[in-house]
């Protein structure tokens, strides 16, 4: 059997060449994603970068840990606590003690990331003087990064400063250091300091103090700016190259399968003269599978080289593109490590699934059976297509309804609206042979009905021959389902959540830090602005703070929530919550606002939580709001929001207040050195708008534009093994006296009638996914938009139909000129 199946791979070239490169680029695929998603498993480990000479660093409670019944829980704290006095008079006595402060520093034409320090912790860095000395005034600082030069003035949110020196930027962050005194009074608490000591002294002075830590060694880095964000990008990545190496591995199950069963398919005569010859179905069976075996290993080899070939330049993008840090690199593996051995076997399995099933149906025929269904196909939704298809079907309609029971805001999640599609694809594609006859008649009925026997023939050729048809569609419907669920899903999601946001602001005019509206992380409102701001005429000014609770669940699950913290009555003037019990006006300091997604949110009851400083607090649930999109979280006053910086302020004009006469104060109070801007309410609904940036473009392009990519290349694939294989019918066509170009324009027919009805199975799957979508938003209290991506959807259709066409024309009229 095995020199059999020799022969016949190099007799039917074109054939095995089509499914070969089918595996191959399956494996490539999973290859460089496994690589990828490897490098994401373990974070490098820094070191220590602005305390990188001190011989300690004492640190605040900067983590939360809550007991629970399955052991110790923790949680990053928003606004990290104090020093205590008492511990750090205890460490005075142990050595010399260099207290550390951070505050955001704004500068006019200045980088938008600025960070204050007092100099005298410079040395830990160390950061040594480039040019000039140190600060000794309250007005004179020393800068880094070489974006401003000695003897400079700057216009800042603390007054007008003059840099006297500036030292080497080392990557942490972009410092400006003030006199000591100076930022004791801009920032007067202390988080964290440097002590001079022996560690095992400070250790012992720190003793038992809450939450207080002793970092040493590379320990030490725990006390930079964000030591968790290599860990956070890894996290990003992981989800990221995991989401596009699963959709990516899905599609390439479901086409090379369909390659498969279609190559084997297509020798039905050939099966049949076997029979006849006296070869027996296990010999049959045996030669099929011995055949993908042989086209399996050397595509699983060849996709394994080029995926290690391919992997270093994905990452390179990535990295290119800012969706990765700087330092992101693949691990050196060798070829026995998990991503070769998982594309590997993975190829090779789908290769010899897709073709068991045809080779089993294939032994199973008597010898004139199989001759007949040369001609014609029959039987193509087999029994086995049949039973995985609807129980595909069955199990989406099951997790959808379960999740709309249960938790619809999981359909929210980009994991869910990324997977769920899938098996809706995987189903029709299954079931494809009895939903592509119909279909097929119908798109077909125009055509058929024009003069000339084109139309009759392209709709017979594909209505009867439901195999191609079908393995044709196949990847057509992958392709414009996925174009539509995973560009329309998030579109709607943009939509809902706009709409909810304009529902809520009632406020007319907002106050943002600069960042917040350039889209960078915010560092909050000074004071003195708000204080300014609030004494305006004819204007109520609300300050909004961002901050997070956290509350246990079952009591094993520690849930963090975001959470905004205004002075009440304040929140009931300014913005419009969607409140489906109690009153926002009840909202005090015993009491927090929750919404529906929480465990507990019935009104009058207590809740436990911990603020954003990890303070445990009892408080009174005053309101409940709807879900909505995500964006309602918990409402509290600013006593339990302590250390929560200002993120907007929310300004309504007074009843009898000049709109205008407001909004000018209002920028005539701003100063240049505050970093605020005044929005007008339509410009705070755009800048606050949902935008796809660049890195989620690229981002959308890797779970997506790879896996189309693939698609559209086993598309062609697909059609020029089916057409090149059609070399007698084409013949039997001439002699009955068709021209090449009737032919040709033929074959341009029918490819264009399977990709409409495969487009009609990917729009038939983007409107459930919709409707499971919008079925959720309904259910959460949220804006249901109808948002489809027509000119993405237009486009993928339309380059389908582009490769349909140029791919079967192609071979046809190399066909014929055989």
């Known amino acids: 059997m095995l020199s059999l199946a020799v022969r016949t791979l190099r007799a039917r070239r074109v054939s095995f060449a089509g499914s070969f490169l089918a595996l191959c680029l399956a494996t490539t695929l999973l290859t460089a994603m496994g690589l990828a998603l490897d490098a994401t498993l373990d974070p490098p480990r820094h070191r220590p970068e602005r305390f990188a000479a001190a011989p300690a660093v004492v640190r605040g409670q900067d983590t939360l840990r809550v007991e629970t019944e399955a052991g110790v829980r923790t949680r990053p704290l928003t606004s990290p606590r104090t020093l205590p006095a008492a511990t750090v ?3 005075r006595t142990v050595g010399d003690v260099v207290e550390d402060r951070s505050f955001a520093v704004r500068v006019d034409g200045g980088p938008g990331d600025l960070v204050g320090h ?32 000695v003897g400079r003035r700057l216009r800042s949110d603390h007054g007008t400063l003059r840099v006297v020196g500036t030292v080497h930027a080392l990557g942490a962050e972009n410092p400006v250091f003030f006199t000591d005194a100076r930022a004791a009074r801009l920032a007067p608490g202390v988080v964290q300091l440097v002590a001079d000591a022996d560690p095992v002294a400070v250790r012992r002075a720190v003793g038992a103090a809450d939450g207080v830590r002793v970092l040493t060694g590379d320990a030490r880095r725990f006390a930079d700016p964000d030591p968790g964000r290599d860990a956070r990008a890894l996290t990003a990545l992981n989800a990221l190259f995991g989401t596009a190496g699963g959709v990516s591995g899905f599609v390439s199950v479901l086409v090379v399968a369909s390659t498969f069963a279609f190559t084997v398919a297509q020798r ?23 055949e993908a075996l042989l086209v399996g290993i050397a595509a699983s080899v060849a996709g394994c080289a080029l995926g290690a070939y391919g992997a270093p330049l994905l990452v390179t993008r990535v990295v290119e593109g800012g969706l990765a840090p700087g330092w992101f690199r693949l691990a050196d593996l060798s070829w026995h490590a998990w991503p070769y ?20 149906r294939a032994g199973r025929t008597a010898p004139t059976q199989a001759l007949r269904e040369a001609s014609v196909d029959g039987r193509t939704l087999t029994w086995g297509r049949r039973v995985c298809g609807t129980a595909l079907l069955l199990a989406a309609a099951a997790t959808l309804a379960h999740t709309l029971l249960t938790d619809p805001g999981d359909l929210l999640h980009r994991k869910t609206y990324v997977s769920r599609p899938l098996l809706l694809i995987g189903a029709l594609a299954l079931l494809s042979p009895a939903l592509l006859r119909p279909s097929v008649r119908l798109l077909a009925w125009l055509p058929a009905r024009l003069p000339g026997a084109l139309g009759m023939l392209a709709r017979e050729n594909t209505a009867t021959s439901l195999r191609r048809t079908a393995a044709v569609a196949a990847p057509v419907l992958a392709t414009v389902a996925l174009t539509g669920c995973l560009l329309g899903t998030p579109a709607t999601l943009e939509q809902a959540r706009a709409a909810e946001s304009d529902r809520a602001t009632v406020a007319d005019f907002v106050v943002v830090p600069e960042s917040h509206a350039r889209g960078d992380a915010s560092d909050g409102i000074g004071t003195a602005t708000v204080d300014r701001l609030r004494s305006i005429p004819g204007a109520t000014v609300c300050p909004v703070r961002g901050t997070a609770v956290h509350t246990l669940e079952g009591g094993v699950a520690l849930v963090t929530s975001s959470a905004h913290a205004a002075d009440p009555p304040a929140p009931a003037a300014t913005v419009r919550l969607p409140v489906t019990a109690g009153r926002i006006a009840d909202l005090d300091d015993a009491s927090i606002v929750v919404n529906e997604e929480w465990a507990e949110h019935t009104v009058g009851r207590h809740v436990t939580v911990w603020l954003g400083d990890g303070t445990r607090r009892t408080l009174r649930i005053a309101a409940v709001l709807a879900t909505g999109t995500g964006d309602n979280g918990a409402w509290l006053t600013p006593a339990n929001a302590p250390g929560a910086p200002v993120e907007r302020l929310d300004v309504r004009v007074r009843a009898g207040a000049d709109a205008a006469a407001v909004a000018t104060a209002l920028r005539a109070t701003v100063r240049p050195g505050d970093g605020v801007r005044v929005l007008t309410r339509a410009q705070w609904l755009h800048a606050s708008r949902p935008v796809a940036t660049g890195t989620t473009r690229l981002g959308l392009f890797l779970v997506l534009g790879i896996a189309l990519l693939y698609t559209g290349l086993s598309l062609a694939n697909t059609l020029t093994m ?16 068709a021209t090449r170009g009737q032919i040709l324009r033929l074959t341009a027919l029918e490819s264009l009638t399977v990709v409409a009805a495969g487009a009609l199975l990917g729009l038939l799957v983007t409107f459930v996914t919709w409707a499971g979508t919008g079925a959720a938003l309904g259910l959460l209290s949220a804006p249901v938009p109808l948002v489809l991506p027509w000119p993405a959807l237009g486009a993928a259709t339309a380059g389908c139909a582009l490769l349909a066409v140029v791919s079967s024309t192609v071979t046809t009229a190399a066909a014929l000129r055989r």
């Not at 099966?271 to 030669?287: D, E, H, K, M, S």
């Open 89 to 91: 008079a205890a460490l």
């Open 118 to 149: 007092p100099w005298p912790v410079a040395r830990f860095a160390p950061y040594r003087l480039d040019a000039g000395r140190a600060p000794r005034a309250a007005d004179e600082v020393v800068a880094a990064g070489g974006w401003t030069a």
């Open 268 to 290: 039905s005569r050939e099966f049949g003269l076997l029979r006849a010859a006296g070869a027996t179905p296990g010999q049959v069976r045996r030669t099929v599978l011995a």
């Open 341 to 360: 051995q998982l594309a590997f076997w993975t190829g090779l399995l789908v290769a010899l699934s897709g073709a068991a099933a045809a080779a089993w």
């Open 722 to 737: 089916s057409t090149s294989g059609r070399a007698a019918e084409f013949t039997a066509l001439r002699l009955a006296g």
